[in-house]
C-alpha cells in the first residue's frame, strides 16, 4: 500500500510538471500582455512583470478594428463548423452504413487527400476562387472548407459503432432513410458531433494562411491576420500581439469547457470499431 501511494504521489508530481511546462507558454504569454514593452524585450527576461499596464490592451483595441476581425473569424469559423458538421455526418453515414459499389475505393481516395499538404493545392484554389469571382468574401473563404477528409473519417468511425439493428427497427416503424440518419443516428453520435466540432472551430480559427491568401482588406480579415499588423518590416510591437492573442484564446476556451464532457466521450467513442 505504501508503495502504492508513494508511486500514486509520483504519477501526480509528474503530471503536473508536465502540465506546467505545457502552461508555461501561455503564462509567460498572458504576463507578457500586461508588460511594458521595454519589460517584454528586456535581457535577461522575466516571467513576472515587474511593472503592470493596461496599455497593451488600448492600443489593441485603438490601433486596429479588433471586434470587426472578432466577428470576421466568427462567420468564418462558424460557418464552416456548422456546415463541415453536415457534410461530414452525411458522408460518414453513407459510408459506414449504406455501402454502394466502389465504397471502399472512394473512402481511400478521402483518406489520401488528407495526406496532399494544403500548401499544394492552395494556389489552386485561389485560382479557383478568383475565376469565380468570390475573393474576399466569406463565400471564398468557407467553400473550400465547407467538407473535411477527416470529419468523413472521423464520422465514419462514430457510425460504424451503432449496431445496425436500431435502423432496422426505424424502417419496420415506416421511417424514411432521412428520418433515420436525423431522428435516430444523429441523437446517437451527438458526443462525437461536439468533439468534431470543437476540432474544426479550433483549426478554422486559428487558421492564418488561407485567410491571408483570400482577404486583400481589412474589414475582411480575421483575428489571426489582423493580428499580424502589429508586426512591421522593422518594427513588432510585441504587447499589443499578445494582448490580442490572449483574448484570441478566450472564445476557444469556453467553447472547449462547455463541451469538455461530450469531447471526451466522443474521443472514446470514436473508434471503438474500425
Do not use: C
Not at 12 to 18: G, R, S
Not at 32 to 41: G, Q, T, V, W
Not at 168 to 178: C, F, K, L, P, Y
Not at 207 to 234: I, K, S
Request: glycine fraction near 8%; aromatic fraction near 14%; proline fraction near 5%.
Amino acid at each position: 500500500m505504501k508503495l502504492s501511494r508513494k508511486a500514486n504521489l509520483a504519477m501526480l508530481v509528474a503530471f503536473l510538471a508536465i502540465g506546467f511546462i505545457f502552461m508555461l507558454p501561455f503564462l509567460w504569454m498572458t504576463l507578457s500582455s500586461i508588460k511594458p514593452e521595454a519589460l517584454i524585450r528586456g535581457n535577461p527576461e522575466q516571467l513576472f512583470p515587474t511593472r503592470v499596464t493596461m496599455g497593451n490592451y488600448v492600443s489593441l483595441f485603438s490601433q486596429i478594428p479588433f471586434f470587426r476581425f472578432l466577428i470576421n473569424s466568427f462567420i468564418f469559423a462558424g460557418g464552416v463548423t456548422l456546415s463541415s458538421l453536415l457534410l461530414d455526418s452525411m458522408a460518414g453515414y453513407a459510408f459506414a452504413k449504406l455501402p454502394f459499389k466502389g465504397s471502399s475505393v472512394i473512402f481511400i481516395l478521402v483518406l489520401v487527400t488528407m495526406m496532399v499538404p494544403f500548401q499544394i493545392t492552395m494556389i489552386p484554389l485561389y485560382l479557383i476562387m478568383n475565376k469565380f469571382q468570390i475573393l474576399n468574401t466569406y463565400a471564398g473563404l468557407m467553400l473550400p472548407r465547407l467538407t473535411n477528409a477527416f470529419g468523413i473519417y472521423f464520422m465514419r468511425q462514430s457510425f460504424l459503432s451503432i449496431p445496425n439493428e436500431l435502423m432496422d427497427a426505424g424502417r419496420i416503424d415506416g421511417v424514411g432513410e432521412t428520418g433515420i440518419f436525423f431522428r435516430i443516428m444523429i441523437p446517437v453520435v451527438v458526443a462525437s458531433l461536439s468533439t468534431l466540432g470543437v476540432f474544426h472551430f479550433m483549426y478554422n480559427w486559428n487558421d492564418f494562411l488561407w485567410p491571408m491568401l483570400m482577404t486583400n482588406t481589412v474589414e475582411m480579415q480575421t483575428l489571426p491576420v489582423g493580428l499580424a499588423l502589429f508586426q512591421g518590416e522593422h518594427v513588432m510591437e510585441h504587447g499589443p500581439m499578445f494582448a490580442g492573442a490572449v483574448l484570441s484564446i478566450v472564445p476557444i476556451l469556453i467553447i472547449f469547457l462547455a463541451a469538455q464532457k461530450t469531447f471526451i466521450k466522443g474521443i472514446a467513442l470514436s473508434g471503438i470499431k474500425g
